[in-house]
């Protein structure tokens, strides 16, 4: 695919899988439609970092901070509890007695919280547009995937609370005929691999019906485990435009079929998936 406008391509990672059957498409949340959450990475590494130096004064913070990014990392797209379930287990393994993993996940939200609810608010009371808020051209994309007849769903890490209030912020609920789904306080009854699951079930699905789009390990590996086409989002959060490599290398290496920046170019990107 050459590039169209402003830098905008799509990059084909693997050209022989099926396009243009697709019924049922699954959308991550957190970076891939919603930029609510941008920058989390940085409250919870730090955060993270902190706590094993504790129990390992000998580390350098440079390493430490860079082992906890990468498992935080493989871990994205599922629920938030598992980050801290490893974080448990990397305290232990230090000599440390860790905490209740439910604990360190209250502390991050707290932590995350703060440095968001101006966001929040902002959606609230109307000083922030949710276009600003909004991975670019996503509107558009759900738009023209609902009139081909595809039905929509969301699942994400972030408890489904929050992400059932922040979708309705940002005007993307309706889009969603699917369901929107969520992190459980019971984590073990959700999972975006059991969201797919019930798609698969409700709809008798194929492989090929399956489309995935995400900007995280965990969904595209989902994706195309059960043999989807998996779209991955490498979208920059902070400058909302172009790719983010990190995001990209991660992504290609968990089996996305194609690497987009974001949706800006709706229409190619329909093309591309429909040809
Ligand atoms: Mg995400």
């Known amino acids: 695919m050459g590039s169209t406008g402003t830098g905008w391509s799509i990059e084909v990672i693997r050209d022989d899988v099926t396009r243009g059957q697709f019924k049922a498409a699954l959308f991550d949340f957190d970076g891939t439609v919603s930029l609510i959450r941008q920058g989390w990475q940085e409250v919870m590494v730090p955060y993270f970092t902190e706590l094993l130096l504790q129990v390992d004064r000998e580390a350098s913070k440079e390493q430490t901070a860079c082992y906890v ?58 000083r922030i547009a949710p276009d600003e808020l909004l991975v670019p051209g996503v509107l558009d994309f759900l738009t023209a995937l609902r009139s081909r007849g595809i039905k929509l769903y969301l699942a994400s890490g972030t408890d489904e609370v929050y992400v059932l209030a922040e979708a309705e912020l940002l005007g993307v609920s309706a889009f969603f005929d699917g369901g929107i789904y969520g992190a459980l306080d019971q984590y073990h009854l959700f999972s975006k691999a059991k969201v797919i699951e019930r798609m698969i079930a409700e709809h008798k699905l194929a492989g090929p019906h399956l489309l995935g789009v995400g900007d995280g390990f965990v969904e595209i590996e989902n994706v195309k485990a059960v043999g989807g086409f998996a779209v991955g989002l490498a979208s920059d959060e902070l400058h909302r435009e172009g790719v983010d490599l990190w995001k990209r290398e991660r992504l290609i290496r968990a089996g996305a079929d194609i690497i987009i920046p974001d949706f800006s170019q709706t229409q190619t990107l329909m093309e591309y998936l429909f040809p």
């Not at 801290?84 to 232990?92: F, G, V």
């Open 69 to 126: 990014r990468d498992f935080v990392d493989e871990l994205t797209g599922k629920q938030t509890i598992y980050q801290c379930i490893r974080l448990a287990e990397e305290i232990r393994r230090r000599g440390g007695q860790p905490l209740d993993p439910l604990e360190y996940k209250n502390e991050y939200h707290r932590r995350l919280l703060e440095r968001i609810d101006h966001r929040l608010q902002g959606l609230k009371d109307g």
